[in-house]
């Protein structure tokens, strides 16, 4: 139990368009879901927190208008990057929990802006 | 602010050692801790997880303990193989979302 799934696994783009990644809790609820971004050789840093039916929660540094995040329902949330460059190119992972104290985490998006 | 520290950042090690990876963190208050393994270009594993009022987990050849109060653990690995190679995470999971190390690279070499 406790999956994750994320669609897309690997997206390419030009400058400029918007790319939206999705994150499914398949078998369970999620109350909270979390977006990392994580560059290479790097750690995954926490983007967003967001809780279903209300705002996302920003981490510093990251730009809510650039990085909208939806989370509608307590399946589902979508991240979008917003007029996407290359230097938003990165692997961003989601992941869900029922409580704080368990995230299951996702297989991950690779994105590649050109 | 949580902050996760892990050390080595890189072993390299001949197959059949076994080898043991640190991790430290500044909060000690926190509801469990968790070990992940990531492949290169891949998401996240989840190996073990030790909660809060244990000291210890064990899954097949590793072996992870916490030391809540000093801020440490360690994940154990018995008898490595070339499938061990990968990165290994530690994230403790405290009042806010998992924080990550930047990981040990580990390269277990045949």
């Known amino acids: 139990g406790a999956v994750v799934s994320q669609h897309p696994s690997w997206v390419i783009c030009k400058s400029g368009t918007s790319v939206k990644i999705e994150c499914r809790s398949l078998d369970f609820q999620a109350t909270t879901m979390f977006w990392y971004r994580q560059f290479p050789k790097q750690s995954l840093m926490l983007m967003a927190t967001s809780n279903e039916g209300s705002k996302a929660t920003y981490e510093q540094g990251v730009e809510k208008d650039k990085f909208l995040i939806n989370h509608a329902s307590l399946t589902l949330s979508t991240l979008t990057v917003t007029s996407a460059h290359p230097e938003d190119s990165s692997f961003y992972i989601c992941?869900?929990?029922?409580?704080?104290?368990?995230?299951?985490f996702g297989p991950g998006t690779r994105l590649l802006v050109l | 602010k949580q902050e996760v520290t892990q050390i080595p950042a890189a072993l390299s090690v001949p197959e059949g050692e076994n080898l043991v990876l640190n991790c430290s963190f500044t909060d000690s208050a926190i509801y469990n801790l968790q070990w992940f393994r990531q492949d290169p270009g891949k998401g996240l594993t989840s190996l073990l997880l030790i909660q809060s009022s244990q000291r210890e987990q064990t899954s097949g050849r590793l072996n992870a303990s916490l030391d809540k109060s000093s801020g440490r653990s360690t994940l154990y690995i018995a008898a490595s193989q070339p499938g061990d190679s990968a990165t290994y995470l530690c994230?403790?999971?405290?009042?806010?979302?998992?924080?990550f190390g930047k990981g040990t690279r580990l390269s277990v070499i045949a």
């Open positions: 994230a403790p999971s405290g009042n806010t979302p998992l924080v």
């Open positions: 992941s869900a929990s029922r409580t704080l104290e368990t995230q299951y």
